[in-house]
């Protein structure tokens, strides 16, 4: 993955310094976690806004190529690089991030029934989030919040992050590390980067991502239903 060719310029692309600016948030308590702004720059908005893949379904969905244009694809090349991985370990406390297999999944939309509050399973060792989304309403619905405790979305520990274009957070996993947001229905243009324990975790997991694409192609109306009531402290295991 991380041999693919650049198609657009290395300006375009993040890189580990841009994690070093002074508005970035970085805490270790109750969880190590990051945020950080002005992940992209403007220059390259257009490209990743043409290149992002059009998935029919709501939710999360293994990074294929073929769905991406190439800007994307270099995009997530440089978001996996082993440089990238090696500063935010530093910057959270985790030896040698980099070792770990990376699995990348991407998602344009979702419906209520997503955003319930969360660790992330033991399989993962750090998360990061990228969002792309060029504007958003006025409202905390669908914004990103990391919480003190797993039964109250409004327990905040930081302040909320709303999924626009450059914002970036990512969290290493931990029995506390608790996330989530309020219900949304509707584009959120999200690339979700986790470092995995072993190949074999990324391979299940990839595996489920494929079955649950195929399943929202076939089912989507029935899956908008199922979350369209769903409580604000909603929690689910990952």
């Not at 993040?14 to 403007?42: I, K």
């Not at 694809?73 to 440089?78: D, H, T, V």
């Not at 990061?128 to 039964?151: I, K, V």
């Not at 969290?171 to 690339?191: A, D, M, N, T, W």
Request: charge should be positive.
């Amino acid at each position: 993955m991380n041999a693919v060719p650049l198609p657009v310029p290395d300006a375009w692309l993040p890189n580990a310094a841009r994690l070093d600016r002074p508005d970035t948030l970085v805490r270790r308590e109750p969880f190590p976690f990051l945020v950080a702004h002005g992940l992209l720059p403007e220059e390259a908005r257009a490209a990743l806004d043409r290149d992002f893949p059009r998935y029919a379904g709501a939710g999360f969905f293994p990074y294929d190529a073929a769905d991406c244009g190439p800007a994307v694809a270099a995009l997530i090349a440089r978001l996996t690089a082993p440089e990238f991985a090696g500063r935010i370990g530093q910057l959270l406390g985790i030896e040698d991030l980099a070792r770990y297999p990376v699995l990348v999944t991407l998602c344009r939309s979702l419906n209520r029934r997503h955003g319930t509050i969360h660790t992330d399973s033991r399989s993962k060792i750090a998360t990061a989030l990228l969002y792309l989304n060029p504007q958003w309403p006025d409202t905390s619905d669908g914004c990103l919040r990391f919480l003190e405790r797993g039964d109250d979305i409004e327990a905040l520990i930081a302040p909320e992050l709303k999924p626009l274009y450059g914002e970036f957070a990512v969290f290493k996993r931990s029995e506390c590390s608790f996330h989530g947001h309020l219900p949304y229905e509707g584009e959120r243009r999200v690339i979700q980067i986790a470092w995995v324990v072993s190949e074999e975790a990324k391979a299940r997991k990839t595996q489920r991502g494929r079955t649950s694409r195929l399943l929202k192609r076939l089912f989507g109306a029935i899956d908008r239903r199922l979350g369209a009531r769903r409580g604000k402290n909603a929690a689910h295991r990952d």
